[in-house]
């Protein structure tokens, strides 16, 4: 098995998640999260986009529900001993599977908490799991009991974390080395991925954001891929990655003859992540750090340029994307812990002049502060 903590980590994480479980009066948890599962017990695959669940009873009980493909997945990447298969046809059921785990457990008439926020968990599956345990058992949503307890990281996950942060740095020296006029974005992503994974990276959770000109001002990936002009910008967001594990970075790079207004926001992004730095401490909120950041960009003028929010929590995440629970925006009264990590990222779009300036860097919270997990510096480069 190729697992990535050891049998006493595994352990652990197990009895906490039965301890919360115990406190709630929840018999069972139905797990459709992807994260959660590699968490509780190193399951690694992508199959959760297919009718997949692990079943933790409080007695202990982990069965895991899935396909036939993912049989041997769950064999080598866990320490699942329980595999069942619910086999692929037209008009399948495997709700009806899962019933006889249940029963099994002496569920019927239990108190279940299900995981309903996960990719895995359509409109559709959840509209046929929700009908299947019509009389059967009481339902409650319990989406966050187990990423409440991710969001702490252990020493092993810290290591893995910082592993993925050099990686993030050794692709921002490649996106430096190759942002010049006359360069087509793809060469840009290729040399970036290539080194993160010949470092023995993986893939990230989600596509790296690159964009120039007027796609520089876009915070998502999309397909078109420009060649840099003389004068130009290119926005960049990545992160590497290390056993699942995410270190994000964000950067814009202007490209020849400079803006004076590129400085201007530079500066603002610079001010802003400094003051959110500050604030990202144990004891306060994920709301306080938003407010700080918000405050000091539309002290600067930019209110209209910049976005709701101004991070997120990074861990092991998968597919369609690396943004973990919390969100750094207003109001939000999660209470900053030590072993957190946050990714923050200032954004600035100013759509009126097309100009584009971002800044993001990922911090780990300690005892009595923060630690920075990139090494690169965050001041202005101009190719």
């Not at 785990?101 to 895995?120: C, T």
């Not at 840009?188 to 007027?214: H, Q, R």
Request: aromatic share 10%; glycine share 6%; charged share 25%.
């Amino acid at each position: 098995m190729g697992l990535h903590f050891s049998k006493e980590e595994f352990s652990q994480r197990k009895s906490k998640v039965i301890q919360n479980m115990k406190d709630q009066n929840i018999d069972a948890l139905l797990m459709f999260r992807q994260e959660s599962m590699y968490w509780l017990t190193g399951y690694d695959t992508f199959g959760y986009v297919f009718f997949q669940t692990l079943v933790l009873d409080q007695k202990g009980n982990i069965i895991l529900l899935t396909r036939a493909p993912d049989l041997r997945q769950a064999q080598n990447t866990s320490n699942i001993e329980d595999i069942r298969i619910w086999v692929d046809k037209d008009n399948s059921q495997p709700t009806d599977d899962l019933k006889i785990i249940l029963d099994e457990l002496n569920l019927k008439g239990k108190k279940i908490g299900i995981e309903y926020e996960a990719y895995g968990m359509t409109g559709r599956n959840a509209l046929k799991l929700n009908k299947s345990l019509e009389n059967y058992c009481k339902v409650e949503d319990q989406s966050e009991l187990i990423t409440k307890l991710r969001v702490i990281k252990s020493k092993n996950e810290i290591f893995y974390i910082k592993k993925a942060a050099e990686l993030a740095d050794k692709a921002l020296d490649q996106a430096w080395k190759y942002a010049k006029a006359g360069v087509n974005e793809s060469k840009i992503l290729a040399e970036m991925n290539k080194v993160i994974f010949e470092e023995g990276g993986d893939y990230p959770a989600n596509e790296f954001i690159i964009g120039s000109g007027k796609n520089a001002l876009l915070c998502r990936y999309q397909a078109e891929k420009q060649t840099l002009n003389k004068t130009d910008q290119l926005s960049i967001e990545w992160a590497g990655t290390f056993k699942h594990y995410h270190s994000a970075m964000f950067r814009t790079i202007p490209i020849g003859k400079t803006n004076p207004k590129h400085i201007k926001m530079h500066e603002a992004c610079v001010e802003a992540l400094t003051n959110c730095v500050n604030v990202l401490v144990p004891g306060k909120t994920a709301g306080e750090v938003f407010d700080i950041h918000a405050k000091t960009l539309d002290d600067l003028g930019f209110n209209k340029a910049r976005m709701n929010a101004c991070g997120y929590s990074l861990g092991a995440t998968f597919s369609p994307n690396w943004m973990d629970w919390p969100m750094l925006y207003n109001g939000n009264p999660y209470l900053i812990k030590p072993g957190n990590v946050f990714f923050m990222h200032m954004i600035l779009m100013d759509s009126d002049n097309n100009l584009a300036m971002n800044l993001g860097e990922t911090y780990l919270v300690t005892e009595n502060g923060n630690e920075r997990l990139g090494k690169q510096k965050i001041d202005l480069v101009i190719l």
